[in-house]
């Protein structure tokens, strides 16, 4: 049998141990519920988790092009790098696909078989880390933008913003007697 239909016949069953093992990645309590809760809405991370695995593989199978592998990364990514993961334990999720692909079809296949869907995951996991990395760069821009916004604030209500009236005072439309040049 060849890889891409061995891949292909035995996707329920890589993509159920490989989504399982994601979820194993969170600390118990949170794992068992993920596994357990199956509405969506009252557990958007386990939905996430499988409808963008469930993506993400079918797009390894098909050999996407980086460009069009990326946007399916994100989805995971992004659900992972705003939760307590280091950046390795992000991205292992990917490496878990690998293990479960050889410990399903290495004995049918062989290692050698397997190569080529490997290199894609591979690949795939440089690609994770760059996504990471920028939703990383896009959580510290938005604290850094919340962080400047309450300090002017802050100043702002204790009167240090200069061109700001302290509380009770007037302000001229023209500011020209705040400066001494009033007429």
């Known amino acids: 049998m060849s890889l891409p239909r061995a891949l292909t016949e035995r996707r329920e069953e890589i993509l159920d141990a490989w989504i399982d093992r994601i979820l194993g990645t969170y600390p118990p309590e949170a794992a068992r519920f993920l596994r357990r809760e199956k509405d969506p809405f009252r557990n958007p991370v386990g939905a996430g988790i499988a409808r963008e ?3 993400l593989y079918d797009a390894l199978l098909a050999g996407a092009s980086p460009e069009d592998l990326t946007p399916v990364l994100d989805g995971i ?4 790098a705003v939760q307590s993961f280091t950046p390795s334990e992000a991205v292992s999720f990917l ?6 692909v050889r410990e399903i079809l290495e004995e049918e296949l062989g290692v050698r078989a397997l190569r080529p869907f490997e290199a894609r995951v591979d690949r795939a996991v440089l690609l994770a880390f760059d996504v990471y990395m920028a939703c990383r760069e896009q959580m510290y821009e938005i604290r850094a933008r919340q962080a400047r916004r309450e300090t002017y604030t802050l100043l702002e209500r204790v009167g240090m913003i200069p ?3 302290e509380p009770g005072e007037e302000c001229s439309e023209s500011g020209d007697e705040e400066r001494g040049t009033g007429r």
């Open 53 to 55: 695995s469930r993506a």
């Open 77 to 80: 990514v992004r659900i992972r």
């Open 95 to 100: 490496v878990l696909l690998k293990d479960v």
């Open 163 to 165: 061109g700001f009236p």
